[in-house]
């Protein structure tokens, strides 16, 4: 049973950060996920996927999975590339494609 330990990303839906401070301890999945023959849903007899812990650094999700047992592989978060811009650049002399209306 292999935990995974990363910082969420940002969601797309939304341009703020909510949810992406924190570091989740979630397990890979034991057995892949079948749908049901009635309605179509899909299940999975792995109870593990349904769990899923937050913490607030990396060191206690790390110190979590080492006093319980768990194996697990740490993901480190992939930072934003920053393009500073101001709206004044839009009609600047010297841009690539000159502005026109």
């Excluded at 969601?11 to 949810?19: D, L, N, W």
């Excluded at 769990?51 to 990396?58: D, G, K, S």
């Amino acid at each position: 049973m292999l935990a995974r330990i990363y910082r969420p990303a940002k969601t797309a839906m939304q341009s703020g950060k909510a949810k992406t401070k924190d570091w989740v301890l979630e397990f890979e999945p034991a057995s892949a996920r079948r749908p049901d023959p009635l309605m179509g849903w899909t299940q999975s007899s792995d109870m593990n996927g349904q769990l899923r812990l937050t913490f607030e650094t990396r060191e206690e999700a790390v110190a979590y999975a080492q006093n319980n047992g768990l194996a697990f592989q740490l993901f480190e978060p992939k930072l934003p590339k920053r393009i500073i811009k101001a709206y004044a650049d839009n009609f600047a002399a010297g841009r690539r494609q000159p502005w026109t209306h």
